[in-house]
């Protein structure tokens, strides 16, 4: 039964089994070895879904169908997962809810793209691009995605859905920072007028930061980890603390960088440096509105449940396909919940109609003008 038909559990178990394949192959980020043995069971099952093997772009991989890219399927095969993680959270379905490491976040997705893209009688202008480093930010494969998404006419980001099925139609762009404290060390009984207080200034550039967000506009600006100092009697030295920004807009991310670059030390003789800095811009609204009525239209003509769309915190590759200017459609993976999570869930029950979804969709984008 093909999955724009009424959905059904038939149409569902092979992709389930892939799942489950995909599921039992544990693939957290930081593992090399750990990714390229699932990068090798992504290209054999993608292989035998798309009748092609793909290039192998180190743990990346990537499909192109048919001719140029018009348009772009992204997915990862990365999770937050560790080694040994199926021991304590086994793949398993119980009450129709779908369980493992990954499952939401994003193997259901990745399992999706493979079968619908499959199922498809017209790929042409089809690109499937699975990344291997999302979960870390993307260091190897942000120019990877950009490039391939430069000049598309769509991106599609099968990311989990946010609750309840919704797409994620903007996502905020995310910035990362460590503030650096330079003070100097003296004993702290004997003479700590002697030394610069790394401590001291960075409680002074903590609340610096702090102040920098604006919730009017949907900009954070988070202080997290901080460290300082060596010793219980010695007057630090040295201190550090990571900031996590996030907002809604480029002029937003550009505002908070030129403002964190520019702060300077309270104390005499302290010294500040930043690392970091904008690491993926934000998907706006305006490149995501067009693809959701689209989606709409195409649900309600095949009597599917009809899309609705959130804002979200979170970044994903679509923030970077947004970011060259290509119009992107995210979430349109598991519906479920617990990213990140120990109740990380699918619920087997809505794979059908998202694969549907999905299916009618891509049908609709490349078929003839």
């Known amino acids: 039964m093909a999955f724009h038909e009424t959905p059904a559990r038939t149409a569902v178990d092979p992709l389930i089994e892939d799942l489950r394949t995909l599921v039992e192959c544990e693939s957290p980020s930081s593992d090399p070895d750990a990714l390229a043995r699932s990068a090798d069971l992504v290209a054999r099952l993608g292989t035998a879904h798309l009748g092609a093997e793909p290039e192998r772009l180190g ?41 493992g490491p990954g499952s939401f976040d994003m193997k259901t997705g990745l399992a999706m793209a493979l079968h619908v893209l499959g199922s498809l009688d017209d ?8 990344t291997g480093d999302e979960e870390l930010g993307s260091p190897s494969s942000q120019t990877l995605i950009e490039d391939e998404a430069r000049g598309a006419e769509a991106a599609l980001v099968l990311e989990a859905s946010a609750d309840g099925g919704a797409l994620k139609l903007e996502r905020k762009g995310t910035s990362i920072y460590r503030v650096l404290v330079k ?45 300082a100092g060596t010793t219980r009697n010695t007057v630090p030295a040295e201190a550090s603390f990571a900031v996590d920004v996030r907002a809604r807009t480029v002029a937003e991310q550009q505002r908070v960088d030129a403002a964190l670059r520019a702060l300077a030390p309270v104390l005499p003789d302290a010294a500040i440096e930043i690392e970091g800095g904008i690491n993926r811009p934000p998907l706006e609204g305006a490149l995501s509105a067009d693809l959701f009525a689209r989606a709409s239209r195409i649900a ?45 869930h699918v619920l087997v029950d809505r794979i059908a109609d998202r694969a549907a979804l999905l299916r009618a969709l891509l049908a609709d984008l490349v078929s003839p003008r």
């Open 300 to 344: 309600a003509a095949a009597g599917l449940p009809a899309p609705t769309g959130v804002a979200v915190g979170g970044a994903s590759d679509g923030n970077f396909t947004a970011g060259v200017g290509t119009p992107t459609l995210d979430g349109l993976g598991a519906v479920g919940g617990g990213a990140h999570a120990d109740d990380e």
């Open 183 to 227: 003070g100097r060390a003296a004993h702290a009984g004997l003479e700590p007028e002697k030394g610069v207080n790394a401590s001291v200034e960075l409680a002074h550039q903590v609340l610096a930061v702090a102040a920098l967000g604006d919730p009017a506009v949907g900009t954070t600006v988070t202080p997290t980890d901080a460290v």
């Open 123 to 130: 790929r042409t202008g089809v690109t499937l691009l699975v």
């Open 59 to 99: 743990i990346h991989l990537r499909w192109r169908l048919g001719g140029p890219t018009r348009v772009l399927v992204l997915a990862h095969h990365d999770t937050v997962w560790p080694l040994g993680t199926l021991r304590t959270h086994p793949f398993g379905i119980t009450d129709g809810v779908l369980r």
